[in-house]
């Protein structure tokens, strides 16, 4: 992926994501439930309006405004909870060791569903950084790996994890998605006080965060889409165009801090981002697009939908992806950061007494498993050699060795 | 108990794991049941405990795509789940491979066999390619073959997206046998069109039922190509001179292979032609292909459940471990090995057969 498209270089449109604003011309919020829908019923095959309607990304991560709001609302409540409760616990465990425990911060100074939205933006932001900056890292393992941390705290909480463990994690597994893996000893190399271990520990937690479901579909290729679709004019703005595109492409990268990818489709997206670095542009094409659609008799819709609607989709990205180009209230997140370190889930910190205690658990758990598995197979093992009833007792002495079960037999 | 773990453990209770039907060094094959409707099912487990750099790039891509790909000519992945730290994928049970199908001396093909099996090789990939998505590794045991006679492609290991200008590849992909000649003389960008030369190969050696260009080495397999085929001309493929790993292998005259698969008849030929072009921007795209006279005219394909299949039941053998694991130093330059002919066919390793 490049960052430089330029109009000599015009990457390949995504044919799913570029040219359709909303393929089926379903309202946004409609094709919602799919979002929010068990991950037991995997689909079979089923042919969409477009290949974006057949994605992981459509299917399973896409919900309305309200889901979202609804799911997060519920994650932070029953954090709060865990928290609260495992808090108690490790007070009992720790003065059952004889140690002094604080009295944990109240609930009300745990993190709201705000607070934690803004450390995982904060991190998200972090995420860029170290792949600009530290790695050389292309395009898409950023945006890839940014949507993994996004998409993990859709299913957990900032307060069982720390979004700062989490971001490494995500950022390496990203890189080996998107085809640049980086040795884990180079990767750690750039991060300072991480251990190999700390970042293949959660792997396997983030993967399965994900549900196994890596290729995100971001909005840089209907982006680029867009760039030839603009040129599809009678007097094709080729210089406006040209000038509009590092804006375009900022507000892309704004709009991976947002829930942007959540709500609306990635061409959507992309057509906001647009819009955002140069109004008229975008308004000039869609006026276009419409009148000719409207000057050929029987021509269906362009993007199908209709002008109003698709204004009406655009304005709302617009605001979602606006608002996330303001800069970071870096006091606000450290606040945050300091409230964090007093309700972190106890059974999640190395070192707690109560961490211990779930550890032995588990692997009291784990070996005793493992004593039945081997049982079993020495069971099974026994069941195969005896198929044929017991071996035979190889008597040389014939009738005067009397077989070996009667020996014991009390009664002989 | 977190959230992603509640529906993980959701998930892995829909599956009932039965007897191993496959081992390796890094996946072992389980035949398995879905509980609630008794279906069969091939459930592949990947350790992933032991690996340095975490989850092994070949697992993942795997994943990645086999979610994204749905279409009945691709083999259907049904779940993932994790036990401990075992990624297992839940997979369409599938009875056997063209492989197999090819070795198997008892079995007679009529070409309307062969043009049916070509149809849905080309099916499932320009589905592939539609989305974007390279296979990579297309030769005849990854071409499953269900009960019901349908083809399904697997195994997407080697597979990654194209379509970013500027983004350098790997040559080293495709089994050496099935591999066009601008991998071989490593090009580090490249199209569809190399999967296109694979089918080409496959088709070719399902009339001879041997390996149409079989090498020894990737210098051998430029040799046997021309020696079959002729020494490409700057006319036939302009500019492959310019190619990063180029060396002369000219001298070989010009040769009628199509010859060779005249049971196809004239249109049938004519495919091979287009599918085995040296100059991969005017070799056939899967989906003009598609297209191809050969599928209309003459006889027409035979139904699936029609098609020759072994009789006899496969016995489970061992997964290759190269054929699971990707080399543990970086899953990019993983070396491909070619199937030896004397060596007994692995076709386990995905499924078991």
Partial sequence: MTNEPGPSRPSKPASGTSGVANGSGKTENGAVASGTATPAARAQPTPGA??????????????????????????????????????????????????TFADPPPQAAYLSVEDELLLVRFYCSQCSNICRAGFGLPEAVEATAISYIKRFYLKNSVME???????????????????????IEAFVAKLKGFEPSDVLDLEFLVAQSLGFEFWVRGADKPLRGWYLEFQDQAIPPTDNLQRALPAALEYLSASRYSDAEFLYSPAQIALAAWRLANKEL????????????????????????????LRIVLAEVEAVVAASTAKFDIKKIKEVDKRLKGCTNPEKVPGTALYIKRKAEQEAKNAEAKAEKAAKAAHARVADDTIFGAPIASTKDGESNPPQAALDDPFA | MDLAALENQTRAERWEKGVKIGEGTFANVYKGTEKATGRKIAIKKIKVGEMKDGLDMTALREVKFLQELHHPNIIGLLDVFSVKQNVNLVLEFLDTDLEAVIRDKSLIFQPADIKSWTAMSLRGLEYIHRNGVLHRDLKPNNLLIASTGELKIADFGLAREFGDAKTRMTSQVITRWYRPPELLWGARYYSPAVDMWSIGTIVVELVLRVPFLAGDSDIDQLKKTFHAMGSP??????????????????????????????????????????????????RVSAKA??????????????????LPKPLA???PRDIAPQDVAGMPDSGTKRKNTTPNGTEQRSIARKLFA
């Fill in chain 2, 233 to 282: 001309t700057e006319q036939d493929w302009p500019g492959h001179t310019k190619l990063p790993d180029y060396h002369e292998v000219a001298g070989y005259p010009p040769n009628p292979w199509w010859n060779l698969v005249s049971p196809l008849g004239r249109d049938g030929q004519n495919l091979c032609r287009e599918l085995l072009k040296f100059d991969p921007m005017a």
């Fill in chain 1, 282 to 309: 975008v308004d000039n094409f869609l006026e276009f697009k419409y009148q000719a659609a409207e000057a050929e008799e029987g021509a269906a819709l362009p993007f199908g939908a209709p002008l109003a609607e």
């Fill in chain 1, 50 to 99: 477009s290949p974006f309607h057949e994605t992981s990304q459509f299917k399973h991560w896409r919900y309305s405004r309200e889901a979202i709001t609804n799911l997060r609302a519920e994650l932070n409540e029953k954090s709060k909870e865990v928290t609260a409760r495992n808090m108690a616990a490790e007070k009992e465990a720790q003065q059952s060791l004889g140690h």
């Fill in chain 2, 313 to 315: 039941e496969l016995r």
């Fill in chain 1, 161 to 183: 994890w720390h979004p700062k463990n989490i971001m490494p994690t995500a950022l390496f597994l990203a890189a080996k998605t998107t085809n640049h893996p980086v040795p």
């Fill in chain 2, 289 to 306: 292909a598609l297209h191809h006279k050969f599928f209309t005219t003459g006889e027409r394909p035979t139904a699936p459940i029609l």
